[in-house]
């Protein structure tokens, strides 16, 4: 037992294990206030000062920052808005919504995502507990908005997407996407792509369904991303890895194609057969083979059905939370990561916000565990960015 897994109990008793609560008490007397202090002097300065009555002269006249939660304008965590999409390379980290559900097969609404996934992340903090993060101290956020999608027109919004991705990655901002349905999938891994040069990106898919269709309903669909996507040289098939794969709604059209191009798939009781830890492995070593990035993209319905209502494919069986958040922040801290999506919320769904607040969890988590693993803050743009943009190759396969 180590000295920093030890504690003396408070009458003084023989050391005992440290407990993560006290790890976690001992963690924040360590963290700045000097973003809170900054954003308390910015909301005195354009908000005006409080009215006499109040006491605590900490608040303004109009909401500004991160309180009340219940006011002020919704960007992802109230993080600033940034109008000018230039000048998003100054910030570490850049969040994306891509209103986008025109793939759909099924159920309507993914459109929605990114407003139900900002408001109710004005719940949260940026701090937190257990891991000791609080980003507000450690990093620099920005919401830059949404990307402009063509309504009924899968491929244009295609290449908006690619080229709206494609811009913020290359900027060295870490891209952070809310969808969506996932057929945006394709277009964000392109976007990448084109920023690559000859690296390599791998993919670690959180989902119940493959996803691996060429076509559906005779186009692109959410059903199809990573046929496409794993078309491109950048990103090979060998080194697509989905995590949670199962149930009644996976089409044999896609399962074809995992098996003529070698993918990797761990389904709910492979995972919990093999355990968390061996999963997590098994990932890595599969996504990381070969390749320099790799980027999450997480499907709300890779959760049990039970935790998570308002989304288009809805399929019991899945993973539990604490599941999914402990097999993506082992996956984060070990990775490099290049960028992550959050798809398939549909808040007209959502039973009181439950399954948007599990997306907010989910980008929350992946910030905490990059600063936890020094992937944030970037002192200087990743490696893997190359900076001149070109054109996908695209594999042959048959």
């Known amino acids: 037992m180590t000295e920093d897994s030890l504690f003396r109990s408070p009458n003084g008793d023989s050391p005992q ?20 202090q900054q954003e308390v002097s910015r909301g005195l300065e354009y908000g005006l000062e409080a009215a006499e009555s109040i006491r605590d002269r900490t608040i303004p006249t109009f909401s500004r920052g991160e309180l009340p ?7 992802f965590l109230k993080a600033p808005y940034l109008e000018d999409v230039r000048r998003v390379g100054e910030y570490d980290v850049a969040i994306v919504g891509v209103p986008h559900d025109s793939g759909t097969t099924y159920r309507p609404g993914t459109r929605f995502g990114p407003q139900g996934i900002r408001r109710i992340s004005a719940l949260y903090t940026p701090y937190n507990f257990e891991l000791g993060i609080d980003l507000r101290e450690q990093i620099t956020l920005c919401d830059v908005g949404d990307i402009f999608t063509i309504p009924a027109n899968n491929e244009k919004s295609f290449d908006q997407i690619s080229k709206g991705i494609a811009h913020v990655f290359s900027s060295g901002a870490f891209p952070i996407i809310m969808g969506g349905d996932h057929s945006i999938g394709y277009p964000t891994v392109r976007g990448i792509c084109r920023h690559l040069g000859d690296k390599k990106v ?57 098996r003529e191009r070698n993918t990797n798939i761990l389904t709910v009781t492979d995972i919990m057969e093999m355990g968390l830890d061996a999963a997590v492995e098994f990932a890595l070593e599969r996504a990381m083979d070969g390749t320099d990035c790799v980027y999450i993209s997480f499907d709300i319905d890779c959760i049990d059905a039970g935790f998570v209502p308002g989304t288009g494919w809805p399929e019991p069986g899945g993973l539990m939370p604490r599941e999914a958040l402990y097999l993506l922040g082992k996956i984060v801290q070990r990775a490099p990561v290049c960028g992550l999506e959050i798809v398939e919320v549909s808040p007209p769904y959502d039973i009181s916000d439950i399954t948007s607040l599990m997306a907010t969890r989910v980008i929350c988590d992946t910030m905490a565990h990059l600063v936890l693993s020094g992937q944030l803050p970037r002192k200087e743009k990743a490696s893997f960015i190359h900076p001149e943009a070109t054109p996908e190759l695209v594999a042959e396969w048959s």
């Open 17 to 36: 294990r440290q407990t993560e609560a006290n790890r976690a008490l001992e963690l924040e007397t360590h963290l700045p206030l000097t973003g809170w």
């Open 69 to 75: 939660h219940y006011a002020g304008i919704n960007t």
């Open 202 to 258: 791998g993919i670690i898919h959180f989902d119940r369904h493959v996803d691996t269709q060429e076509t559906d309903l005779d186009e692109r669909m959410h059903t199809c991303p990573w046929f496409h996507a794993n078309n491109i040289k950048n990103a090979p098939p060998k080194n697509l890895v989905q995590l949670g794969i199962g149930g009644w709604q996976v089409p044999r059209q896609g399962v074809k194609v995992c």
